[in-house]
């Protein structure tokens, strides 16, 4: 009976549907971005519109005025907008449909003039310009309010992590309105940051536009069916003490003649010079608070004295982070608590190197080349090296370890902005000259803060020089991630070494390297050996032209 009840109320309800369809002709629907519903209206026989919310469509016929937004990941947007104008004719007798259309996945979106009265205008997002970006800075504007902008120009500068990249526009249009300025600061990736227009005429409709919570990048969380359970409420007591002195008695009489006080109240009563002794306390077990001392003070009518001198304010200036040192320091955190480091160090005869360096800057002054630094030979060196013994061309995964067929040699580069890593890439297939010519390009490029991604993204392995440059003696460099191996350079310096007789001794420079290793991807005895293979390239540099 019960099945048969609700088979007869379902009948019903298909019948009120075709009553409610019955005699339609048309109905316009609009598509939005985000929860997109189907809105039908009709006309009764005097021409009046009437609502009649969502209903299901059999038959559907689309005219093709398209317009979906995209985003690209570097900020540049195509359009693809879609209105679909629907014929809608009499139904087959079917169920109600109430079907919600979602299009969450678009980044960014086009918004229709609504009660709001705004034109329609696309919004633009703080693009992802590398992959460990999660905020950005905008350093300035090239465009102002009310500029047309064109497909390849550049819109603005942004200060990643890395580096600051231009963003080009994808689109045709005109600028009106910038939400964030020149300087804004840590911008999360997809937050609006400026909204264009297609009409000239729109600019000003949008010059006291603000965008709402929910147009940021992230999806605003749908709020729950069940209102949340409301803050219990904890109770707090407080005890009130009455304005006149303290006569309590103490709970318990302190032991012997030794007398209980907080750290507090003794120097409060040692600076009014008032004996412990004649006060009491009504502190746990008896001990003297600091509220003892001022009432006994009080019904003294002593003045409490004044506070002694407090030290004198450092002199100081808060430096805001940059981007590369948030995202640096971030990392270096990352790599020190998670990657099992262990170092070797060894000693470098570079007396041939010197030798070798030498007569190649000859060549290259004669030729108009770039002068080859020590660095760029321990370049050379440690990228042979990896290509010897491939085991420390790789990084650790939770599944696998990837050994990489490149050797990218990331370059340390100190800048008054932090640390920046830019890659020499194939740096074992390349010449000394090509290597030299490389690093002094890139190293300028990092002072400048005009790096882009390709020029420090892909490295498998890193050399920090602090030798040449500071003359430190010897250091232990950090594991750059996802990388298991980096090589710390020391400066050279002259040593007395035992010749070939008992009375026989000679001088020599040396210069310590030392390779920190993560364990769980080069085993020592590996790191050893690229040690060794690395040693015999700097002891005999003539190998590394072969």
């Known amino acids: 009976m019960a099945y048969a009840s609700h088979a007869i109320n379902h009948s019903k309800k298909l019948r009120n549907v075709s009553n409610l369809l019955r005699h339609e002709h048309a109905s316009l629907a609009r598509c939005f971005s985000n929860d997109t519903r189907f809105s039908v209206s009709k006309k009764d026989d005097a021409g009046n519109a009437r609502h009649h919310g969502l209903m299901p469509a059999e038959k559907m016929r689309f005219s093709s005025s398209t317009a979906n937004t995209t985003v690209s990941s570097f900020g540049a947007f195509k359009k693809n907008t879609s209105r679909m ?12 449909l109430s079907k919600e259309f979602s299009c969450s996945q678009v980044q960014s979106r086009r918004g229709f003039s609504s009660d709001s009265g705004l034109p329609p205008h696309q919004a633009i997002g703080m693009p992802s310009l590398s992959p460990t970006m999660t905020e950005g800075n905008i350093a300035r504007w090239l465009k102002k309010e009310g500029d047309k902008v064109s497909p390849g120009e550049v819109l603005c500068e942004v200060e990643t992590d890395k580096a600051t990249v231009e963003m080009e526009c994808m689109e045709e249009g005109f600028l009106a309105k ?35 919570a929910s147009d940021g990048a992230d999806a605003a969380k749908e709020p729950s069916s069940t209102p949340p359970p ?18 309590s008695q103490p709970s318990a009489a302190p032991s012997g003649d030794r007398i209980f006080a907080s750290p507090l109240a003794r120097k409060l009563a040692q600076e009014n010079n008032v004996p412990l002794s004649s006060i009491k306390g009504t502190g746990p077990d008896g001990h003297i608070i600091k509220a003892d ?137 390349k010449g000394l000259s090509k290597i030299a010519e490389e690093v002094k390009l890139l190293a300028q490029k990092a ?94 540099p003539e190998s590394m032209l072969l």
């Open 85 to 96: 104008i629907m014929q809608v004719g009499n139904p087959m007798a079917a169920p109600l």
């Open 178 to 212: 910038i939400i964030k300025g020149d300087g804004s600061k840590e911008i999360k990736v997809g937050e609006i940051i400026a909204i264009t227009v297609e009409d000239e005429d729109d600019i000003a409709k949008f010059k006291d536009y603000s965008p709402s």
């Open 230 to 247: 409301p803050p219990k409420k904890e109770v707090v007591e407080e005890s009130v003490r009455s304005p006149e002195p303290k006569i």
């Open 293 to 429: 001392v001022e009432d006994y003070l009080a019904s003294s009518g002593k003045e409490v004295s004044a506070k002694a001198p407090k030290p004198a304010a450092l002199d100081y200036v808060d430096i805001p982070h940059s981007q590369i040192r948030k995202v640096t320091a971030s990392r270096l955190l990352f790599s020190k608590q998670t990657i099992p480091h262990y170092y070797l160090t060894v000693d470098t005869c570079v007396d041939k190197l010197i030798d070798l360096r030498s007569k190649l800057n000859s060549l290259q002054e004669a030729s108009g080349g770039k002068r080859i630094s020590v660095n760029d030979l321990v370049i050379k060196a440690a990228a042979l090296a990896l290509r010897k013994v491939p085991q420390c061309n790789s990084s650790w995964t939770d599944n696998y370890i990837r050994q990489y067929n490149n050797v990218n040699i990331n370059v340390a580069v100190q800048t008054d902005n932090g640390l920046y890593v830019p890659v020499v890439r194939d740096a074992d297939k």
């Open 447 to 540: 002072k400048e803060n005009s790096l882009k991604p390709e020029d420090y993204e892909g490295g498998t392995f890193t050399v920090s020089n602090l030798g040449g440059p500071f003359g430190i003696k010897q250091f232990c460099a950090i594991v750059n991630p996802p990388q298991s191996g980096i090589l710390a350079v020391g400066s050279a310096e002259k040593r007395v070494v035992p010749g070939l007789g008992p009375d026989e001794f000679k001088f020599a420079s040396f210069m310590s390297v030392t390779l920190s290793c993560d364990h769980r991807v080069i085993d020592g005895a590996v790191g050893a050996e690229w040690l060794k293979a690395f040693k015999g390239y700097i002891e005999n």
